[in-house]
Each structure stands twice: as C-alpha cells, then as structure tokens.
C-alpha cells in the first residue's frame, strides 16, 4: 500500500475497505460511515468538525507559537525575532534568519496542519458530491447539504492558496485520498490559484453560500461566507498577477456594503477581544469557551502560551506593565528603522499607537504594576524605579520601540481606550491567564480595500484611489495620496497590515513580478537588517542615573543572505519523499532523494 500525505487520511480511508470476516469485529466508541453522511444533521456535523478542525490546526497553537502567525510574520523585512538572547526560540527564528531546512518541527506543523484542515473539508465535499475518486453518488443532498458543501469549498479554497503562497506548488487535494492514491502536485503555483478562484465562484454562483448581512451581523464573520469567498478570489487573483479578476471579486465585495472599516481609535480593537466580530471582519473563526472539552482542547484553540511569546520579556523589567496577561518571553520585535520610518510617517496616530509604542509612551503612559506614580507626574515617573528594563542584558532585538499588536490585554491600556472600558483579552476562569481568547484573524476589510486599489492602479484608478483613501483617512496619520501609484499602496500596507501575514508573500509576489528588489530589500536596505541587531538598555539601572534614558547596542545575527531559494519553503522532508513531491527554486536540489529513494 503506498504512502499518502498525512496518517489521518491513511486511517479515514483504511476504514473504508472491506475487512475479513475474522476480523469484523464492531470497534467501541466509533461511528460506522455505512450508515453516515445521510441527513441534514449529519451534514451540520461534519460542517462543525470543518471549523473545528480550523480552530484547531490554522488557529491554534504547537507549543509555544502559530506556525503560520510565526513562519509568516517572522520572515518579514519589518520584524525581528527576539527572545532572551540569538540563542532563543531557536525553532521559529531560523525563518526571520533564513536559516531553516526541510526537518524544521515548525514548518512540518504548519504543512501538515494545513493539510488536516482540508482533509476535514473534504469529509463533506466528497461525501455530499460527486466530487470522489469514483464520481460515485452521495446518499444524501439538500439545501443544507449544499450550503455545508459551499462552505466546505470555501474553506478548501482559502487553505490551498495559503499552501501555493509558502509552498508554490502544492498538491490540490479536491477529493478524499484512497489508501492507493498518492496526492497530484499542481504543475503551477497559476494553477493553483486559478482552481481557488474556480471553487470560490463555484460557491458564490451556487447561491448556498451564506451572506453577511450588513456591517452589524457578527455571526456571519466566524463562518464561510461570500464575502470571504470574493476575498480569496480576489486575494488569489492578485497572486496569479490578474488584477482584472481581482477587480471583479474584490469590488463585489465592497459595493455589497456589509463591510466598514471601524473608527480610528478603535482600531486597536481589530486585535484584541474588543473587537471581535466588528464590522472590518470578513473572517475569523469564533473562540467559544467548551466545558466539555478537555483541558488541552482548550490549551491549544486559545492559543496557549502564544499570549507569552507576543508579550515583552517581562523578567527583564523593573516590574509587570498592567497590560500584560502573561509573564512575557519577548517575541516579533519591530525592526528598529521600519519604526522610525512609521513614527514619522503615522506620528502619534491611533495606527501607530495600536501597533507600538515609543520610548516615551512605554515608560512614562503605560500602567506598571508596581509603580506607586501611574497617575503622578512626568518627573516622578521618570525616577521611578518600578518601571522601565531593569535587566543588565537588556532586550534583544529590540530599540527604543515596543510592539503590542498581537499582546493579549489583561487590562486594555488607557493609552489605547482613553479610559472607556472593554473586556480583556484573556479569562483566568479559562485554563490560564496566559490564554488568549480573542479570535484569530484571519481577513478584514482594510486588507481588501489595499488589494482592490493595488488591482485597480492604471484601470480604474477613481476607484483605487477611493479605496487607499479609505485606509489612509481611518490611520489617523493625516496622509491622503492625491494619485493612485503602487508606491503609496505599497507603503500604505506595510504601515496597515504590519504583522498581519502579509509583508512577505506580498515582497514575494512584488519580487516577481519585477517591481521591488528582494536582494536590496533583505540584505541592503538599512544596513541589512540582519547585520545591526539592536539590544535595548536603561541607564537608569545600568549606569546608575537619577532618570531612566534608553540605550541601543548592536550584534550581528547568526543568518544566510536572502537568496531566490527562500521565496518559498521546502516541503517537510518526509512528507516530501512520502509523496514524491517536486521542490522549486533553490530547492530543486532535495529532488534528488526523492528519486534516490525510489529506486
């Protein structure tokens, strides 16, 4: 019997075939399919695993982080991992430094978790369609079969075009492997997209697919929806170089009007629990507290210990800041030029503010815990020894400016809500204060108005120019492009979309397509961004001053030079010659085991 993609579906389709009579023995605690995918409830029910199996694989946590929020993010121009030291958080920061290989744990988990999640997809497309290995008929179809299956497509859609932009050329999985089929790699990364484009309409043209029903209709935000729908053709067409066709989805998608961007100083509330649900989401699967589910069930869906990871490196202060729900172990950092850059550009917008702080705002406006000065004046702030780095080795990969975008709020900041109240970010009821129990972006608004205006520079540019206006006036950066260039757009979504799994498949994208250069980007720009990493200190504590005044000191990273080899990942080693899978660009070496191992 030859290998397939994942044990999972080894097991799902083993169940299938035929057992001798000796060994027909019913298996406690199980469910015959004989019998199944027969009825609306069944139907719902494999829909619920669908989400659930998303909510656990692409939103959950492995350890201490996302795969895709880390491989993503961290390969980015504009961020740096940090830690304690070089030396920590080995596992994901090898893809900051581009130093990863085919048999990272990390990049294993984020393929095979992708994999699992279209598999759950495929348990209700191939068994309420033809759409099997055989064509064979299902037992069963109705109205609810068909939104389930519109759904389903939707989902399978947005996972593959995800996989085709780290990994290029994917295999397309469109129907449940039998345990002697091996899965078909596209030919082309363009294939791929064009079929995720193909099944996002195929969805949206079936008329099952569920509508969001205005900007206040928050259900509609957790599930497959057709503004989801139109966001991934659109998204998708983009990657395929077919503004056109992005156009098309895209500005569907914003003339329906069930979409608006919130306030500006209520953007920080895209990422926090605050604003789950709000009117700029167009998808993020619903965290729902389950009493009946295990303790790591819950662990793993609320992102566990990742509210660590993305929270300051908390035993290096002088006291816990208020804000924070866990003790923190000093995550993404933002790359020190980038935030200049964005302090100069965005100044003290509500934007910037959301996205970092500086030097200023983390010592002298942010709540410490064990600060007696909170509400006392700047000059008793300023000697204050409850407040600012205490440590002697400071914090790595940061300057003077401290990310909080992804932090999980115990307190919401009143830098942030000027004194209004909203809920936190995390329940100590719920397993762990180190929990984060917001919803997992994973689209919003603001990113489909910068595609639709990118898709519409040299067409219809009123259009575009309207869209990146929109962006740019909610910023709250006093910026407004007077013309439509991929310069202002480009711009505008970096400072927009920071940390949002966007910067590097779009440099990427950008890179082929001949209008920016990746090799000045990653190994020029600033220096090289990899050859002056900055360690923040306080004089206070070091040197023994009356004020605290930060200090920056620079190493050099353990890194490679970006090279066209890293625009997209290796397959995992082993799922690679388990299913004689084809690497691309520099990659192309590794083929050769494939073929070895063959023999």
């Known amino acids: 019997m030859k290998k397939i993609i994942i044990p999972t579906l080894f097991v799902f389709a083993l169940g299938l075939v035929s057992c001798e009579d000796k060994l027909d023995i019913a298996q406690k605690g199980t469910v015959s399919t004989l019998n199944y995918y027969a009825s609306d409830a069944d139907a719902e029910e494999c829909l619920a695993n669908m989400y659930a199996s998303f909510v656990q694989n692409v939103a959950g946590s492995e350890g201490i982080d996302n795969p895709e929020q880390v491989i993503i993010n961290y390969a980015a121009d504009d961020i740096l991992a940090a830690g304690g030291n070089k030396a920590d958080h080995i596992a994901f920061r090898v893809f900051d430094e581009f130093t990863y290989n085919p048999t990272n744990g990390t990049l294993k988990e984020c393929y095979n978790r992708y994999v699992t999640a279209i598999y759950s997809a495929n348990l209700v497309i191939s068994n309420f369609t033809t759409e099997n290995r055989d064509g064979a008929e299902p037992k069963y179809t109705s109205k609810v079969t068909e939104r389930c299956v519109a759904e389903a497509r939707v989902m399978r859609a947005y996972i593959h075009m995800m996989m085709a932009i780290l990994w290029n050329r994917p295999a397309i999985l469109d129907h449940l492997l039998q345990p002697d089929e091996l899965p078909k790699q596209a030919e082309s990364q363009e294939q791929v997209f064009e079929w995720v484009i193909a099944e996002c309409e195929k969805a949206i043209s079936s008329g099952f697919l569920p509508k969001r029903n205005g900007i206040e209709d928050k259900d509609a935000t957790a599930r497959m929806s057709v503004g989801f729908a139109q966001f991934v053709a659109g998204k998708a067409a983009m990657f395929a170089n077919d503004p056109a066709t992005a156009r098309k989805y895209l500005g569907d998608l914003i003339k329906s009007g069930d979409y608006k961007l919130v306030p500006t100083d209520e953007y920080w509330t895209n990422f926090h629990v605050a604003g789950d649900g709000n009117s700029e989401k167009i998808f993020e699967p619903n965290f729902i507290y389950d009493n009946a589910a295990s303790f790591w069930d819950q662990v793993w869906r609320s992102r566990w210990m990742v509210a660590d990871v993305f929270c300051w490196r908390t035993d290096a202060l002088a006291s816990m800041p208020d804000a924070c729900s866990a003790a923190g172990w000093n995550g993404g950092a933002i790359q020190e030029d980038f935030a200049k850059k964005f302090v100069e550009h965005d100044g003290n917008s509500p934007r910037r503010r959301a996205c ?33 780095i205490k440590a002697s080795t400071g914090l790595y990969s940061h300057g003077p400016y401290f990310e909080w975008k992804h932090m999980s709020y115990k307190v919401p900041p009143r830098i942030l809500t000027g004194g209004k109240e909203y809920p936190k970010d995390s329940e100590p009821e719920i397993m762990s204060s180190a929990s984060n129990t917001k ?110 005044k930060l200090y920056t000191k620079y190493t050099e990273a353990d890194y490679y030079d970006f090279s066209d080899k890293y625009m997209y990942l290796p397959f995992p080693r082993d799922c690679r010659l388990a299913n004689g899978m084809k690497e691309v660009l520099g990659w192309e070496y590794l083929n050769e085991e494939t073929e070895e191992s063959a023999e």
Not at 360 to 375: A, Q, T, V
Not at 376 to 387: C, H, I, S, Y
Not at 441 to 450: Q, S, T
Request: with cysteine; aromatic share 14%; hydrophobic share 35%.
């Open 356 to 388: 970092f702080l500086t030097e200023d705002e983390w010592l002298y406006e942010m709540e410490w815990s064990g600060s007696e000065f909170n509400d006392g004046t700047l000059a008793q702030k300023k000697t204050d020894p409850n407040r600012g």
């Open 439 to 548: 919803n997992f972006n994973v689209a919003r608004y603001a990113e489909a108005l910068l595609l639709y205006a990118e898709a519409c520079i040299g067409a219809d540019e009123a259009e575009g120019l309207k869209a990146l206006n929109e962006v740019q006036a909610r910023s709250g950066s006093g910026k407004i492009s007077s013309s439509l260039t991929f310069e202002n757009v480009m711009e505008e979504k970096q400072y927009e979309m920071w940390f949002e799994n966007c910067r590097f498949p779009d440099l990427v994208r950008w890179g082929k397509q001949g209008k920016v250069n990746l090799d000045d980007i990653f190994n020029k720009r600033y220096g090289g961004i990899h050859k002056r990493i900055p360690t923040v200190y306080d004089e206070f504590f070091t040197e023994g001053k009356s004020e605290h």
